[in-house]
């Protein structure tokens, strides 16, 4: 077996995943490497022979293979069935598994930064119905989430989303933003708005109780202005650095068979990386 894993991509040179598996492959004496490889659309094919093959224990997926790969694979769980998209793979006695990890990065990274938080069930509110809002409403209603208030920019691609997810997903108008804040446990942006070099998400908090939990999937800045005006209001805040680094430990356990730990140290890491930019 392959001690080799990668993420695949197109493009594929912004992906810090190589830093965080790298770190672990250290930490646990693994003698592998974790590497970028860029793949375009007409060759996945390929690159799923060379992993049937063993080349690679496994591998991430991101942009734009993630809906791809679940249809090459023989084997999705249920998560990755749910979400529509994968971004692990691994071989497994001659089987190729994906799965979505991004739901269970998510979970991970509120009960690490703000455990308890979802004893209270109830409603919360989602921003954005891209591909990583389909993550996010797959975990909240496993979570138990009674109501899930959903609003987008665009108006259908928020029915679309909701029409698949049940109906415990309600849509609302995007322009309703600000008063949809006043009933929610958790407010979650899944927008690129916030992100360096994105205009800010424009919204007023001063609805929200003061037991809300506010986080942003946008991890770059750290404190994106969303988390600043929830800090600002008083409101506890986790931000999204953690999803990225919970996501990747169970595609590194299946891979090398070690459960690794999201610690101090690696997200100290990412940070210096983001600094850098
Ligand atoms: P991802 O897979 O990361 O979720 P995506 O599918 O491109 O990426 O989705 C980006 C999300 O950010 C969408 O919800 C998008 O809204 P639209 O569906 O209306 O495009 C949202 N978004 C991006 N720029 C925006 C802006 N300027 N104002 C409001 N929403 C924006």
């Known amino acids: 077996m392959s001690t080799n894993a990668c993420v695949i991509g197109w493009p594929i040179k912004h992906s810090r ?12 004496g693994i003698g592998g490497r974790y590497t ?12 799923v022979a060379r992993l049937r093959d063993g080349q690679f224990a496994g591998c991430n997926v991101t942009v734009p293979h993630k809906e791809t790969v ?9 998560a990755a069935r749910a979400i529509g998209a994968a971004n692990t793979l691994w071989m497994e006695s001659g089987v190729l598994h994906a799965s979505n990890t991004d739901a269970y990065g998510f979970l991970a990274n509120l009960d690490d930064g703000a455990p308890g938080w ?24 496993e979570r138990g989430f009674d109501t899930v208030h ?4 665009t108006r259908s691609r928020a029915e679309e989303l909701a029409a698949q997810s049940g109906p415990k997903v309600c849509v ?6 600000n008063a949809l804040c006043e009933g929610a446990g958790l ?12 205009p800010r998400l424009d919204i007023d908090l001063a609805a929200a ?18 988390l600043e005006q929830a800090k600002a209001k008083g409101l506890a805040t986790v931000d999204g650095l953690g999803m990225l680094l919970h996501q990747a430990v169970p595609g590194f356990e299946k891979w090398f068979g070690v459960r690794p730990a999201v610690t101090q140290e690696l997200r100290a890491l990412i940070v210096a990386d983001l600094e850098q930019e």
């Open 17 to 28: 995943s190589p830093l965080i598996h790298n770190h672990w492959l250290e930490q646990h």
């Open 36 to 47: 970028r490889e860029a793949v375009e659309p007409e060759t996945l094919d390929a690159f």
């Open 70 to 78: 679940l249809a090459l694979a023989d084997e999705a769980d249920a």
């Open 118 to 141: 979802d004893s209270a069930g109830g409603s919360a509110f989602v921003l954005g119905a891209g591909g990583a809002a389909r993550a996010i409403l797959h975990a909240l209603l």
């Open 150 to 153: 959903l609003a987008n920019r």
């Open 172 to 177: 609302a108008d995007w322009s309703d933003r």
């Open 187 to 198: 407010i979650v942006n899944t927008t690129s708005l916030g992100m360096a070099g994105s």
């Open 209 to 226: 109780k003061p037991e809300t939990l506010v986080t942003d999937l946008v991890y770059a800045p750290l404190v994106t202005p969303l």
